[in-house]
């Protein structure tokens, strides 16, 4: 049989020195075998697969029923299950192609796209978060999601999908001395693809090479279905890749450059890069986007107020006063130490620490009591110690990264004086009164001061005279001396110098608006100054909407404090009771509107981000004299990136060509970018019909997604480890029949679905073949299959009818069980709960965060990614049984089902079986089905529990999760 | 392939399902039955390499990096060198260079040390409970982890490896073990009330081992597994109805099948979690405790309720034959943390007072239950602290990461109590001696366990995988 398989074979072209075993053996023209069966042919694949049947004495299994097919080409095809009316129709179409009709229609559905891109996330190891310490948000992934979508639907030939998501940024070629051309929108998303492993807090020369050696671990395996990263740390220990090759591999991605991260983002290895966007319709969709989430802010807000006035006064007491938020942060580094609040009626200040500042923060004239129960071992000490700022600042930041907020704030803030000294009893009494004065008679809230915010300097060494005249914008007021400890003071960025004014009988520091966000300062005067001998007293009085302002010290981006204003304090201190009285004071209901609003300026804020026109991406580096040059590359000894080996130059693997000469990498004709062309050098390489792997491999792939298992078994490993390929010489058919399409996808999704092969009863009938080929190695009949995590939800939630069908766009977040998201989280939560229908996209969509997998799709062998997945393992848990019976999302979309059926049908009983049984199983019940849920109705006591009751046993059937 | 030894795929299929009754709760993996890759019954207890006493395994995990001068690694110098940089600072190359702030000035520990039990063994006074079971302890100090930060080094620890992806150390015993229970998962975290540990649910990843082996994250309140009770509104017997509709309707399916194993396997996962619904409910329910077991975890005490609590239930998963508990103590890197890069004496103090009763009153108690032998408790954490202070000259010190000088202790099953191995230089800044490497811990973990760490392997990415990545020396002075 191998002997008739290989004859086959002509025009073999030479063999390479070392890659002389298939599969590095050039593709070559195959032609199908001789079979004897010759009307089971539907096209070549058939050949090759009834061939082997014939020579094994197996007979292939009968064709599946119309009704059976539908199933199939939509799972498969689609994810989803098919609409009854098409499925009727295709089933009573009289036309011989009705079957090929439904196939085109099928592929030409942009849902389509949005099936197959998840196979290819797998393999892109695409998340939307980066992992590790913090899992930092990604927010412009999301477009390379939506770009492999687009090139699915578009069938963007496989050739020119390889070489953008490798090289999008070397397309254009450079004529004469010319200068670099633009980027191309598209193309700069595609590139994300490098950039998509978890990757946080750089550090230097590793990090660099961490990155560099995944590009090249990920894109042998995903392209090539070549494992190069077992030689990052010395040579391959199966196949024939020395550890040089993969540097050699490396040094293609040598000049890459990542644009820096955004300010503030320190934890984030780089940033994004422009790109507009470019798919028709998409920036209205996105404008629109925008516009919606805008007005949503501003009625979440509206909302919270409200309801936050309702719960409180079920609570019965007002949260008066400050409230006050401190962060260590770092001057040399950026933990935070301390998130506490405090706030209720009577006291607000808390210290933090970090690198030795310890701080107090007075609020009110209470004397200062032992906060290291918070703090972790202030000790009680309430005096700041600054030892060199460089300068004194104030903006708004977010918790944790440093990161600049710039939406509004707003509620009151009084005031708040930081000393940069210890105090003495008289200055502590002095104050104490001042501020008792201020609140007395006010009740326990205090009233909002109606000037804008103002922050004040003052000290002996200043400049004190108040009659300096204010400086214009942008000139330089200079530097203070804190004549107690001789700190100099400045403010280091001229756009924001303060100026000088008179308060009373002492000069003051007065800040301008525009040294704040818009919207943060409301015009007003200054309310308070004390000269303080010597110490800086910083006083500030604020309307303002937000949750807080951040204190800059010393410069540098490092934050140290952040102060909250009464509402959101007065909101911090709700949470927490309502946590804890949920169920005696509050409904859970309450409780998860109030903190799903509590949050939603922020995840707006996010989701505004993610809607700038960039993505998550990179480009050459331009070379001298701009940016580095072309580096040395090295073989790095034992994989550790100081430990310097031979040098080595780009070169593509010998184990495929045969020798290790340097590749050939065409600069411009000037050679006056000498760090471009590298990448490009590689994806041509690549996505060229003469590389023995690369179609092959995608073929491969294909296979597996459409038949259950790979034709070689590791769809991204074709090393010794795979165990080698069942049907070569089909593989090897394919991916001439591929490259000859013009790698077109959808020609081979085409060919494979409409083979005889794929249309196979899957039932087992045929003992003698069970008895030579009980794992069905030799496709004599298809092989049944679970629908995987992503199919199930989509497909529960087109059946119930609540599947929100739009195409393309931001993450979702749909409902988690319980408190998973809590557990999670790290300063914040990430998951933007949506209870509506924007979380009831289909499961491509779902927010991939590395830390914390939906435990749905996780108990049906979904994973978020955090290397290039090639396979989905399916298990069988009890725990996908409690998911499916008892989780809150079959139930819910099992009530939508029953209600849907109600509505459609009335109250005929057999009519609502009938229904339930067409939306889920495309199907009617058997007469003996019909009848024993007939009687089960009848009987029911509560007859929408039983319809209800219903729905959800047909969910959880194995025929509906199966695909025959 | 090794397939030929089957005759076909029915009796392939029921042989590796050993008659479903036997399914565990982490279930069966259906598609390396067809990949062939020797793990045709992924659930049954599986025969250990060695003969080892212990059959499972406790792995107390303290988020953030205890300091090792301040509890278990004994530093007299540090005290007489208190406040000064050291006149020859060692080497200091790489990433720790970048965290240190100038000049490194010394820092001794706050803590008094005294020797215990007959081993002698040095403690800081911070463990006034655990001293009392110094000589079940074997301790191994100056272990050196990949990396310097948090999320990497957390990952090493719990994983081999410092990149996501990898399967976590319970993984691999329940995949190598096998599952001790059926109507408990064979892999349970119970991680801190207070919230999560760094990376989240990675460090109990199953990685690329099938979802069978990943770690069951038990909820600290309500029912302990998630969607364990009916849904709202849905009693017992409507339950038990739906549940009857349901298996008729596979039944019927499987019968036109021909009794296709995987859907029978399927059809016996839903029995089975119509029995945890009231089985698992009890492991979780400790108010049948007597008051001095309560008082031997510290439950009724505000500080050591919390991590009480956890080691408590790890007794009960012990005693269930659950194979592998991670207890993690600690919130990512917060002051609820052991990072304590401020103020490392308030700290200790407070992070020791959580856990010292706790973790002394676990190992009395699976003592005097004859289970410490049989089960292998774990201390780590993710690294050491530096003998420098961190930060200024002002207020209370704290310590930097230091990826050189990690502690851990192990103690139960077959470890030789009493005993350490390891050492670190007189400032306790790097290891002497032979390098102690995570992966070494690791192959003695699993030398423990009863398992060749190269014999527990799985092919992934083109490699033959295992928790000891390159190979681990086993620490053959700890292991009696």
Sequence with gaps: MAASLLSGVLGQAAQPEQGGRWPFTPVGRVVPPEVTRTNWVSNPVDAFILSKLEANGIAPARLAKRRTLVRRLYFDLLGLPPESDVADAFIDDPSPLAYERLVDRLLNDPRYGERWARYWLDLARYADTAGYEGDPDMPHAWRYRDYVID????????????????AGDEFNEIMGAGELPGMDAERTVALTFLRLAPFTEPRGDRSRHELLSEMTSTVSSVFLGLTMGCAQCHDHKYDAIPIDDFYRMQAFFSTVQLPPPERGDGFQIGGPMPAGFYRSNESSLIESTRKTLESE?????????????????????????????????????????????????????????????????????????????????????????????????????????????????????????????????????????????????????????????????????????????????????????????????????????????????????????????????????????????????????????????????????????????????SSHKLRDTIYDHTNDLFTKNERDLFYRLENRERFVKQHLKRLKPVAMSLRHSFGPPYEPGVPVTTVKLRGEYDNHGPVVKAGFPSIVTGHNKPAAIRLDPFKRWPTRSRRMALAKWIASRDNPLTARVMMNRLWYRHFGRGIVRTPSDFGKLSGGATHPRLLDWLAGRFVDSGWSLKAMHRLLVTSSTYRQSSLVENAAAEMVDPLNDMWWRYEQRRLDAEAIRDSVLAVSGRLNPELYGLPIFPPLPGDIAETVKYSENKWDTQLDQAGRKRSIYIYQQRTLNMPFMQAFDSTVCDESRPRRRTSVTPLQALSLFNGDFVNEEAAALAKRIRREAGDSVPEQIRLAYRYTLSRSPSAEEASRFGKIFAQADNPADAINGFCRVLFNTNEFVYID | MNLSSWQNRREFLSRAWNGIGAMALGGVVIDDLHAGIGEANPFAAQRTHFLRKAKNCIFLFMQGGVSQMDSFEYKPRLRELHGKPLSHIPEISGELQGRLSFPHVTIGSPFEFAQHGQSGRWMSDRFPHLAGQADDLAFIHGIKTDNQNHGPSTLHVNTGSQFPGSPSVGSWLSYGLGSGNRNMPGYVVIQDPRGAPVNGAAIWSNGYLPATYQGTLLRPSGTPILNLDSPKGIGRIRQRREMDALQWLNRRHLAKRGGDSELEARISAYELAFRMQTEAPDLMNISGEPQHIRDLYGLDNGTTAGFGRQCLLARRMVESGVRHTLLVHGVQITNMSWDDHGDVKGGMIRHCSEVDRPVAGLLADLKQRGLLDETLVVWASEMGRTPFRNGGMSGNPGREHNSWALTMWMAGGDVKGGTTVGATDEFSLRGIGDTIHVRDVHATILDLMGLDQEAVNYQHAGRIRKLTDIGGRVLKDIVG
């Design chain 1, 151 to 166: 090139s699915l639907n578009r069938d963007k030939p496989y050739d020119r999908f390889i070489l953008e998501q490798i």
């Design chain 1, 297 to 569: 802010v501003g009625e979440a807000k509206q909302q919270l107020a409200d309801l936050t006035r309702k719960l409180e006064s079920r609570i019965g007491k007002l949260n008066a006063g400050f409230g006050l938020q401190a962060y260590g942060g770092g001057l040399d580094n950026d933990y935070v130490f301390d998130t506490a609040n405090v706030s209720d009626s009577k006291l607000h200040f808390t210290v933090a620490t970090a690198n030795d500042r310890e701080w107090s923060f007075f609020t009110d004239g209470v004397p200062a009591r032992e906060l290291n129960k918070k703090s972790g071992g202030n000790k009680g000490k309430w005096y700041a110690d600054i030892p060199k700022p460089e300068y004194i600042s104030i903006g708004d930041y977010t918790a944790g990264t440093g990161q600049p907020r710039d939406a509004g704030h707003k509620g009151a803030f009084a005031e708040v004086l930081i000393y940069d000294r210890p105090l003495d009893g008289g200055e502590i009494a002095a104050l104490s009164a001042y501020v008792k004065t201020k609140y007395s008679g006010q009740g326990s809230t205090p009233a909002p001061p109606t000037d804008g915010l103002r922050f004040w300097l003052d000290a002996a060494d200043l400049d004190a005279n108040a009659e300096t005249p204010n400086p214009g914008d942008g000139s330089r007021v200079g530097v203070w001396v804190d004549k107690v400890t001789k700190t100099a003071l400045g403010q280091a960025e001229v756009s924001r110098q303060p100026r000088l004014m008179r308060l009373g009988q002492a000069p003051a520091l007065m800040f301008e608006k525009s040294f704040l966000k818009a919207g943060i300062a409301r015009g007003g005067s200054a309310k308070f100054l004390e000269d303080q001998a010597g110490s800086i007293v910083v006083v500030f009085s604020a309307e303002h909407t937000g949750e807080g302002y951040g204190f800059e010290v010393g410069g540098g981006g490092a934050m140290l404090a952040t102060f909250i204003n009464p509402a959101a304090s």
